[in-house]
C-alpha cells in the first residue's frame, strides 16, 4: 500500500497501528501539521528551530458537515468533512470514511485510517488518510 | 503613543454610490465603476475635478482597472492606488482614504469597489500556492468551512440549525426593498430551508451570491465640506477605523470570531462606542451561522443567545439594532471588491434617514465589518448628532 499524500503521513506497519501525521513543533513549545519550514506562525522561529514531529492520528470531534454539492468533479458528493483537534494539539481537516448522514456528536474519539481511493500504474493499491469515530471496545 | 483616526482631524463620508450588484452579465467593469463613481460624486453634490486620490479595491478583476474607468471622468492626474485584500479590498481602501483625509494629505478622497468574476474559472488564493500541504484541500471550500462552524455552534449552544436559517429570512427582508441589492426577493423560512442543499444545513439561500457590481463613497474634510458647499444634511463622521490580521489563538477553530471580536473591541474603544449603542450594524454574512457568531463575538448580545434574539426581532429593522438592513451579502449580495464600501455607503444613508423603505428610524451610530480570507478584519464606526 502506498500513500497518495506521502509528505503528510505514514501508512501504518500493521493492522493495530494507526497512521501518523507528519507534524512539526518549534522549540517554543508550538505544535504544528503539517511539517514546514518556512518560520513558526507563532513565534517566527525558523531553522534549527523546526523540528519534524509525529502525531498520532487520533483525537476528538470539532465538528463535521456533510457536502452535497460539490463542484470539483474528482470528488463526488455526498461525503462528510470533519474538524478534528489531535491530542498532540493542532486541529486537522479531513474526509469521514464512510459517508452519513446523521449528526456525529462533538467530542466524538476519532481515529485516522488508510483508506483505499485508486490503483498505481504498477498495481499497487494507493490509499489515503481519512477518520473514523472509534469503535467502542 | 500612536493615534487614532479620531486624534487627527475629523473626517466624514459626504456620498454614496452604486451599481446594482447582480449576476454575471455583459455589462463591462467600467460601466459598472462609472455608475458607482457618477452616483457618489452627484449624490455629494460634487463634480470629480474636486477629487485628489482616488483608492481602487478589487479582487477578481485584471490588474490596474482603475484608469479605464477614471480616465471617463475627465483624467485629472490624481493619484490613483488600487487595494486587493480579498472579500475587505474596499474596507482596506476606505480606512486607508479615511487616513489620507484625517492626515490633512488632502481634503477629498473618492474609495471605488468594483469587481466581475472572471469567466475562466475563480482567480484562486495564493494559501494554495504555498506549498504546504493538506489532507483535504480539494474537498474544503468556504461553504464547507462554514458549515463545520455552524455544526460546532449549535451544538456548542442546542440551537436548531433551522432557526440559524431565520438569518436569512430576515436579510431576504431587508434586501427586497433596496434596489442595489443582487436579491430582492422576500423569502420565508421554508423557501430558504427547502432550497437546493450545499453543506450541513447550509441551502443556497443561507449561502451569499457572488456576482458583479460596484460601490462608491467620497470621503471630505471640514475644509472641503466648506469649500465645496457640501449640503449640511450629508455629512457622516467617520469616528473609528480598526483592522486585524489573524493571529494564533488558543481555539484557531473560531479563528474568524475571534479576530472579529479583538477588531470590533479596538474599534469601539478608539470610537468611545458601548456595542450597545449602535443602531446600525452592517457585518459580513456570507452564511448564515455568520451573523449568528459576529453579532455574539461584537458584543451585541451575550455568547448563545444570538438566535432566541433573532427570533424575537432584535436584530430587524425597527428592531434593538438593525443587523444587515442593506440585506447584506445573502441578499445585497457579494461582488466582493464593492462588498465593504458598499457597507459603509449604507450605513451613511442610514444616519441620514435616506435608506428609503429599509430605514431604520433614528439611526445615529453604525458599525460595519467585513472579513476577507487570509484572515483580516476591518471595523469602522460612522455617527452622525
Known sequence: MRALKPDLYTVPQGPSTIPQLHGGRCRCGYVFFPMQAYGCEKCGATGDALAAAAL???????ASARVLLHAAKDRTAPFVVVSIKLDDGPVVRSLLAQDRADRLPIGTRMQGLLAEVGRADDGETVADLRFAPVQPA | MPKTLKDLRPVYVVGAGYHRYQPLSETTFVTLGLAAVRGALADAGIEFPAVESAFVATALLPMAPGRPILRHLGA??????????????????????????????????????????????????????????????????????????????????????????????KNHANGAKNPNAHRQQVRTLEEILGGRPVAGNFTTLQCTPVGEGAAAVVVASEDAIRRLNISGDKPVRVTGSASRSQRVYDDNTTFDANLTSETTEICLREAGLRPDQLDI????????????????????????RAV????????????????????????????????????IGEIALQLRGAAGARQHKGAKTGLAHMVGVGAVCYVHTLQRD
Not at chain 1, 56 to 62: E, N, S
Not at chain 2, 128 to 147: E, Q, R, S, W, Y
Not at chain 2, 281 to 292: M, P
Not at chain 2, 334 to 339: D, K, L, R, V, Y
Request: with cysteine; charged share 20%; hydrophobic share 45%.
Open chain 2, 308 to 343: 432566541p434574539m433573532l427570533k424575537e426581532g432584535a436584530w430587524d429593522v425597527g428592531g434593538r439594532c438593525a443587523v444587515n438592513p442593506s440585506g447584506g451579502l445573502i441578499a445585497m449580495g457579494h461582488p466582493i471588491g464593492p462588498t465593504g464600501v458598499g457597507q
Open chain 1, 56 to 62: 498520532d492520528a487520533r483525537g476528538t470531534l470539532v
Open chain 2, 76 to 169: 485629472s492626474g490624481i493619484e490613483l492606488i488600487h487595494i486587493e485584500n480579498a472579500s475587505a479590498s474596499s474596507s482596506a481602501a476606505f480606512r486607508k482614504a479615511c487616513i489620507e483625509v484625517a492626515s490633512g494629505l488632502v481634503d477629498v478622497a473618492l474609495v471605488l469597489g468594483v469587481d466581475k468574476p472572471p469567466t475562466s474559472g475563480p482567480r484562486g488564493r495564493a494559501e494554495a500556492k504555498t506549498g504546504i500541504g493538506n489532507l483535504a484541500d480539494d474537498a474544503i471550500v468556504p461553504f464547507t468551512h462554514f458549515a463545520l462552524l455552524a455544526d460546532q455552534y449549535t451544538q456548542r449552544w442546542g440551537v436548531d440549525p433551522n432557526d440559524v436559517a431565520r438569518v436569512a429570512v
Open chain 2, 281 to 304: 450594524v452592517e457585518l459580513h454574512d456570507a452564511f448564515t451561522v455568520e451573523e449568528v457568531q459576529y453579532v455574539e463575538a461584537m458584543g451585541l448580545c451575550a455568547p448563545g
